[in-house]
């Protein structure tokens, strides 16, 4: 396996945990809604819950969002990397077409 296959894993990897945690919040945030609409009596542990929630909420917003800027690291990097073999694949290319002009014709 190459590094740039290896990396795309890892990409693909940490967008699906991504994705698997933003699914977790909506999930909490929608339990935290329907929560609210109890009747008065329920209010006090509500709060408490809500508070909880918009805690954990929170946590895991700072660490999507620690994900997020790795997985912007990795396409800047992955990036980087295409448009260097990219350049090579070029320069390959460039050479061979010079080969391919300079050979004597009549051979």
């Given at each position: 396996m190459t590094?740039?296959?290896v990396?795309m894993e890892?990409?693909?990897e940490?967008v699906k945990?991504?994705?698997q945690?933003?699914d977790?919040?909506?999930?909490?945030m929608?339990?935290?809604?329907?929560q609210?609409?109890?009747?008065?009596?329920?209010?006090?542990v509500?709060?408490m819950?809500?508070l909880?929630?918009?805690?954990e909420v929170?946590?895991?917003?700072?660490?999507?969002?620690?994900?997020?800027?790795e997985?912007?690291a990795?396409?800047r990097?992955?990036?980087?990397?295409?448009?260097?073999?990219?350049?090579?694949?070029?320069?390959?290319f460039?050479?061979l077409?010079?080969?391919?002009?300079?050979?004597d014709?009549?051979?």
């Amino acid at each position: 396996m190459t590094q740039k296959e290896v990396t795309m894993e890892e990409l693909e990897e940490t967008v699906k945990c991504t994705d698997q945690q933003l699914d977790l919040m909506e999930w909490k945030m929608d339990a935290v809604e329907k929560q609210l609409a109890e009747p008065v009596d329920n209010q006090e542990v509500c709060v408490m819950n809500l508070l909880k929630s918009v805690s954990e909420v929170r946590s895991e917003y700072q660490q999507l969002r620690r994900e997020l800027v790795e997985v912007q690291a990795l396409q800047r990097e992955l990036s980087s990397r295409l448009r260097a073999q990219l350049r090579l694949v070029h320069g390959k290319f460039a050479r061979l077409r010079q080969r391919i002009a300079a050979a004597d014709p009549t051979r």
